[in-house]
């Protein structure tokens, strides 16, 4: 299993969809307890430097969901050992997603990084992040 500029779960018990630091924030945007679409979160200069492409972007934007701030704020169960399984971490920007990277080292995992990379790069580089990906694989495959 590969994370990519993700948060990471515990190694057991429950863990949150979104960290609880971002649901105050995210209840502010929400109307009638929905949130708009990831993509109007950070305003439109964000999403113009994460996907360059205008295209591109109105292509990934058009598919981003409003989802329910109730569903942002779920907890699902961790099943226990889940992470003694195979795993990498490919970060891809550093905030807010270091601490996750460092600590999948912590966990033995490999771990690869792009540097000057950007949370959406599998949409504006998909070749470097299947790239850096496979490294990875390879990685996990020789120390299982």
């Known amino acids: 299993m590969a994370f990519v500029d993700a948060f990471l779960p515990p190694a057991s018990?429950?863990?949150r969809l979104v960290?609880?630091?971002?649901?105050?924030?995210?209840?502010t945007l929400a109307?009638?307890?929905?949130v708009p679409p990831w993509s109007s979160w950070f305003g439109d200069e964000v999403m113009q430097d994460l996907v360059p492409d205008a295209a591109r972007r109105a292509r990934?934007?058009?598919?981003?969901?409003?989802?329910?701030?109730?569903?942002?704020?779920?907890?699902?169960?961790v099943p226990d050992g889940w992470d003694r399984r195979p795993c990498?971490?490919?970060?891809?920007?550093t905030q807010p997603y270091a601490p996750s990277a460092a600590d999948?080292?912590?966990?033995?995992?490999?771990?690869?990084?792009?540097?000057?990379?950007k949370h959406l790069d599998p949409v504006r580089t998909p070749a470097t992040v299947a790239t850096a990906l496979l490294n990875l694989e390879r990685a996990m495959l020789a120390h299982p």
């Open 60 to 77: 990934v934007e058009h598919d981003m969901p409003r989802l329910p701030l109730s569903f942002l704020k779920a907890e699902v169960p």
């Open 31 to 34: 109307t009638d307890d929905v």
């Open 19 to 27: 960290p609880a630091e971002f649901i105050d924030e995210l209840s």
């Open 88 to 93: 990498a971490y490919l970060l891809l920007s």
């Open 104 to 117: 999948a080292r912590a966990r033995g995992w490999p771990v690869a990084e792009i540097e000057g990379g």
């Open 13 to 15: 018990g429950t863990a």
